[in-house]
Structures are given as C-alpha cells and as structure tokens.
C-alpha cells in the first residue's frame, strides 16, 4: 500500500512535537484505503486550525461503537486534532475530487470543498472513515471558506443519528466542535467542524469525475475499489460493473422507501450527495415533514420544487441514471446498464409498501393494502395532519378504542370515520400483540423537526449545549417514550412553519 509522503511528515512530526499522542497511544488502527488509489483521486492537505475550538455536541455512543478508548471524547488533543490544530498521528489528511450534476444541471468538477479525510480506521464495524466537515478550503472550494457554520453542524450532527436511530442507512457523527471564528453567510455565523463516520463517503459524482473526463483507467480502478470493498458479490456476476450498478439501485431503492415511510426531505439531492453505499449523506437544508404536504420543498433554494418530497423517489432513480451514464464505459452495453437500473420500478414500490404496513401494523400483506396506504396519504395531506404525531397516536388505535386522539387529527371526521372503518376491518384479523411491537418499532415519537433544532441552535450560540445533548438522547432511540420530554414530541409552534433553510451552510 502506498503511504503518501505528506502523511509519513505529518506523522513525524506530531512524533517530535507531540509526543504523548504517538499513534500507539492513540489506540487507532489506521488502514488508509482511499489513500491507496493514489493521487488522482485526491489531494493532500492537512485541515486548517479552527481557533480556540471547544465540544458542542459529542456522540459516546458512537465513539464506544466504534471501539474508540473510553476517554477519546474527552481529550483537549482530541479536540485539537479533530480542529486541525494538530495532526492526528497516523492521520493522512486529504480532500477528494469529485463532480456531479447540480438541480438537475452537470456542474463539472467539484470534490471535498470543506470536508477532509483523515483515513479509514479498522473498528468492530470494519474499516470506518473519518472525515471533518468544516476544516477549511481545499482546492476543490467552491467560491466559499471552507468552513462550516455551527447551525448546520449541529444540524448534521442531529441528524445523522437521527436516522441512524430510525434504524435509517446514513453516515453518521462523532462530534461537533466549534469556535468563536466569525463565518460569513447571510449574517455572521461562527463556524464549527463536524467529525463524521461512515465505511466510504464515495458518492455517484466521485464516478461521474472521471467518467466525463475519459479517465477509463481511474474510473475502472475507483470501480474495483468500491466492488471489492462494499460489494463482493458482483465480482462473481457475468458483468461486474453492470452488478455494482443494480446493487447501488437496489440500496437507493430502500433508502428512498425509508425516507419517504418517515417523512424525510433531503433538500439538495445532487449526484455530488449520493452515497454509493446508499447512505444518506450530505445533510443540508433537510426536513422532517411536520403537517403532511407531499409536495413539500424544504430547500428555499430549490425554487423549481425537484426536490420536493413527493419528487424524492423519482430524483433518486434520475440519479441512478446519472451513475449509469458514468459506469457505461466500463458497462459496455447500455443495455445492460438499463437493466441493472429496472429494478428500482418494482422495489422503490415494493419497499415502501413494507414499511407503510409495518407502520399501520400489518405484518403480512393483503390485497388492497396498497389501496388503504394510498387513502392514508390522500387522507393525511387533504387535512394537512401531522405527520410524525399521526402515526404514533395509531399505535393505540384498535378496532373498539383509540379513536378518538386520531380522528382530532382531522378536519374532516366523516373521512376519517370511513377510513376508520376500513383501517379496523382491516386489523381485525391481526394478532394485536405482533401488530403492536411492529408499529412501536416504526412510528417513532421523536423526530428531529426543525423547530427542535433551531432551539438547540440558538441554546449553543450561547454556549448552552445541553439541548444539543437532550436531542441527541432522544433521537438516538426515538421509538421510546422518554416520559420526561414529553413536549420535545409535540406539535411544532406555529413560527416553525416561518424558518427557512436555504444551501448556504
Ligand atoms: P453541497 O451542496 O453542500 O453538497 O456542496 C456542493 C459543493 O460545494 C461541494 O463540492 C462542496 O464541497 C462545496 N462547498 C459547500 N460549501 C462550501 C464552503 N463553505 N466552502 C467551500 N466549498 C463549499
Ligand atoms: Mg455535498
């Protein structure tokens, strides 16, 4: 394996200066996967200091997952290196290209504007990448700082493991840092970094590079990384690239179905934000529904509405036409890269219908589900009903009781007296107890709605972060009752309907 040059220097030196954080006492096991395709897929730099950083928020769950010593979290180095005020030694810092096609438009060549790449690190999760979103312009910035302000740190901090939680394919967070540095956005904002995780940050633009660029050679050999690392399986199929292909299809499939099943808007689904391990990745202006309006456009930069949530699932199948595009080089026949994306028809539909049953109850399926899942949608947006708030109330909905809190849910009773009808004829024949766990396991109380964000956000500017820290319990078991928070699982006040988020993070 190639070891660059820069991360032998950084190493040496965090020997000489910092003695007491030899990579032995560190505890981490660095494998520099990425690091070995070698330098066209990268460049070397190490993050910029952030000034005077402290802990916002610190995930010990995670870092305990992730087999990380027990007092990892808690270390001023830690801190430091997590800032770049000093090198994490073993660390071999990089920023990676990538391009992507941007609202629907090829943006050309973007890549890590703002985001490093320490390495991957062996865990009992196998091989674990650690990135630090915020850690200063790289030469992939686009016309910004590179830094990350602290209001959308924390926001990708919550829900990172928000989703993570709602049992949801996602990277994830090990901490937030921030600094009194002044950021520039609308207003002046301080910046923050977050530490995030996941097996590969490998997205469909990290194809799209190379592919537009005739790199065959690079694309093949960025192909055989991701086949031989996430998925094994293909390199026994008659067609390798084309396997990769529907595998990445078939993932995408169930993350959209999950989204969808818990009301969860990305905001900005770029090629450049699609994980090629079907992660949700990249959280920006995102949004959990609060009232159900499918046609929903969390991103006030998205002035066409192409994300909106009801636009997600076709957005994400439009993406995979984009990965498809890039792979056919290696493909071959177009073909066969259209087959690989068929799938998604059939399994987006298929995969969403489980989890709608799962959350109305229904272990096994029965014809005309999709016909009371689809007069639940309808039934849900025409009284502009609360999402998240709906669903749970359900859990306690039978044939003979638990009407009531569901039907004040909506305007129009007699609708809802109808559904009513069908729904406990329906559930009838279930076995109430199976039918209880299912709905406990999908209807979470706690999601991270804005408001509830925002509230932590404004607590944190003032260095009060024990919201950050309540949500951050909460929402990493949202399934469970959490009695003394109760309001934390209330209807959202009526100025949340009044915050916007735009890109600008
Ligand atoms: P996003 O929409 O956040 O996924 O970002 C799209 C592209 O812009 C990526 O290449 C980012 O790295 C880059 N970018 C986003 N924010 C900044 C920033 N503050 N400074 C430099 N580049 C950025
Ligand atoms: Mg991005």
């Known amino acids: 394996m190639r070891l660059p040059l820069h991360n032998r220097r950084m190493t040496d030196a965090a020997d000489t200066f910092f003695p007491a954080l030899h990579p032995a006492e560190t505890g981490l096991k660095w494998l520099h996967s990425f690091a070995a395709l070698g330098p066209d897929f990268y460049t070397e730099l190490a993050p910029q200091p952030l000034p005077s950083p402290y802990w916002v928020g610190r995930n010990r769950a995670l870092a305990r997952e992730l087999g990380l010593e027990d007092n990892w979290l808690e270390s001023a180095d830690t801190l430091a290196a997590l800032t770049g005020s000093q090198p994490l030694p073993g660390a071999c810092p990089l920023a990676s290209v990538y391009a992507g096609h941007q609202f629907g438009v090829w943006a050309g060549q973007l890549g890590d504007g703002r985001a490093i790449l320490l390495g991957d690190i ?165 949004q959990f529904l609060d009232t159900f309006d499918p046609g929903h456009i969390c991103n006030h930069s998205d002035n066409q509405g192409r994300y909106a949530y009801n636009r997600q699932p076709n957005m994400a199948y439009w993406n995979l036409f984009c990965l498809g595009q890039a792979l056919l080089p290696l493909i071959g026949e177009q073909d066969a890269a259209l087959a690989a994306l068929e799938p998604y028809k059939t399994l987006f539909p298929a995969a969403l219908q489980t989890r709608m049953r799962a959350k109305l109850g229904l272990p096994d399926a029965q014809p005309g589900d999709q016909a009371l899942i689809d007069e639940t949608f309808r039934l849900l947006a025409a009284n502009r009903v609360d999402y998240t708030i709906f669903w749970r109330r359900l859990n306690r909905f039978t044939s003979h009781s638990g009407h009531e809190p569901v039907r004040d849910l909506f305007f129009d009773g007699e609708s809802f007296n109808a559904w009513a009808a069908q729904y406990s004829a329906r559930i009838s024949g279930v076995d109430a107890v199976q039918r209880a766990a299912l709905m406990q396991s999908s209807n979470p109380k706690f999601v991270l709605r804005n408001h509830l964000g925002e509230e932590a956000i404004e607590a944190a500017k003032n260095k009060d972060f024990s919201k950050v820290d309540t949500l951050l319990t909460l929402l990493q078991a949202p399934f469970d009752e959490h009695p003394a928070h109760e309001a934390l699982a209330g209807f959202p006040p009526d100025w949340a309907a009044s915050i916007a988020i735009s890109c600008s993070s």
């Open 122 to 286: 062996a865990t009992p999760h196998g091989p674990q990448e650690i990135q630090l979103k915020g850690a200063g312009s790289t030469p992939y910035s686009r016309m910004g700082d590179g830094r990350a302000v602290l209001r959308s740190s924390i926001r990708e901090f919550l829900c990172s493991e928000a989703m993570h939680g709602l049992g949801i394919a996602t990277t994830r967070a090990l901490c937030v840092s921030g600094s009194d540095a002044p950021v520039r956005r609308e207003t002046l904002e301080t910046a923050a970094v977050v530490t995030r995780t996941a097996p590969s940050f490998v997205r469909f633009g990290h194809f799209e590079h190379f592919s537009y660029r005739n790199q065959h050679t690079q694309l093949k050999t960025l192909a055989d990384y991701v086949i031989d690392r996430f998925y094994p399986a293909c390199r026994d199929a008659a067609q390798p690239y084309a396997a990769l292909l529907q595998a990445v299809t078939e993932r995408t499939a169930h993350l959209m179905a999950a989204w969808q099943s818990v009301g969860f808007c990305h905001g900005v689904m770029n090629t450049d934000n699609m994980s090629m391990l079907g992660l949700t990745i990249d959280y920006g202006p995102f």
